[in-house]
């Protein structure tokens, strides 16, 4: 198996097992790609030396692993393939986007713990950059594991890429945080939930772009179902509610859930329970996110420096994300 063909299989693997391939040959897909890691090493049961002589192959590979399963994660989203334009640049590709016609451009652009938020008209439009910056994700040395038997390729590999997405999310959501300053009053509600005023908000969004979605938390979203007469909800509408807490249309208002993340080390979520969004459904999509370069993994410790002989290493991505709002969008901010 040439190395394409395996980083294809651990890929596949990971994002459904049972369709593997060597499944269906009654081979564990488990061996079979510690196998192929044998193959690189020269051994079949090797030492910490033997990892380290050919750990640059070795990282390649889970690179590449890493890189096509969180991206694979961001792409297949819901929320993200509704409201994400994505660019996967090489180091040097110019990095800009157009926002075209007359419009108020908002961008909200989380960097470190502040926002950076520009706003300009615009005439027949704009090209703009978005700013890139590295990402690391510490990684404990478990590739020793999977080689001994101990533990599996997949959870090798999605701890990390986990990481990696909920990082992804976490900037994202934070991007989004300052979008309402200096909306127009009849773009912002405030108050305990009451349909009308969603409603209204809702017609605004519609007015002003052609078409609308609601966008919130699954909490936020909750305020809509909880005040909603579910008795005059369709069969097939009590099925999505029972399967996802969540109707895609209600009363003729278009319904999108955020992902759910917590921000780092910390059980608080990067979005606001407590913020119902009305968003442009047309045109263009508002969250900006650019990846740049390859992703690599960089090795922080020895196994001389750890009592279990294991590594320390760190897998590195860059990207960079923004907000931004080519019209005018409706907030709710529930009490």
Request: with cysteine; net charge negative; hydrophobic share 40%.
């Amino acid at each position: 198996m040439e190395h394409k063909e395996l980083i294809k299989a651990c890929v596949d693997y990971i994002k459904n097992p049972a369709q593997v391939e060597y499944f269906s040959k009654g081979k564990n897909v488990d061996d079979v790609i510690r196998g192929k890691f044998f193959e690189i090493m020269g051994t079949d049961k090797p030492t910490m030396k033997d990892i380290r002589r050919h750990k640059i192959e070795v990282f390649e590979i889970i690179e590449q692993v890493l890189t096509e399963t969180y991206l694979n994660g961001v792409n297949e989203d819901e929320f993200f393939m509704q409201f994400a334009e994505i660019k996967n640049l090489k180091l040097g590709d110019t990095n800009e986007f157009f926002i075209e016609d007359d419009a108020i451009l908002t961008v909200s652009e989380h960097s470190g713990n502040h926002w950076n938020i520009q706003r300009q008209k615009l005439e027949g439009g704009v090209l703009f950059p978005i700013k890139v910056k590295s990402h690391a994700i510490a990684v404990y040395g478990d590739f020793f594991l999977f080689v001994t038997g101990r533990l599996s390729f997949g959870k090798l590999v999605q701890k990390v890429a986990q990481g990696v997405q909920n990082n992804i999310y976490e900037q994202v959501a934070a991007s989004f945080a300052s979008t309402s300053v200096q909306l127009p009053a009849e773009f912002k509600k405030t108050g305990v939930y009451e349909e009308g005023e969603l409603q209204e908000l809702y017609s605004h969004v519609e007015a002003a772009s052609g078409s609308a979605v609601v966008v919130g938390t699954r909490k936020a979203i909750g305020k809509i179902i909880a005040g909603a007469n579910t008795n005059l909800f369709t069969d097939s509408m009590k099925e999505e509610l029972n399967k996802t807490g969540r109707v895609g249309i209600y009363n003729g208002m278009t319904i999108a859930q955020l992902p759910s993340v917590h921000k780092a080390n910390t059980f608080e979520f990067a979005y606001d329970d407590s913020k119902l969004l009305v968003l442009p459904a047309g045109g263009s999509r508002p969250i900006k996110l650019v990846f740049e370069g390859d992703d690599w993994m960089k090795e922080t410790t020895d196994e001389t420096k750890n009592r279990d002989m294991t590594f320390d290493y760190s897998f590195i991505t860059r990207f960079g994300c923004a907000t931004v709002f080519d019209g005018l969008f409706g907030v709710y901010d529930l009490k």
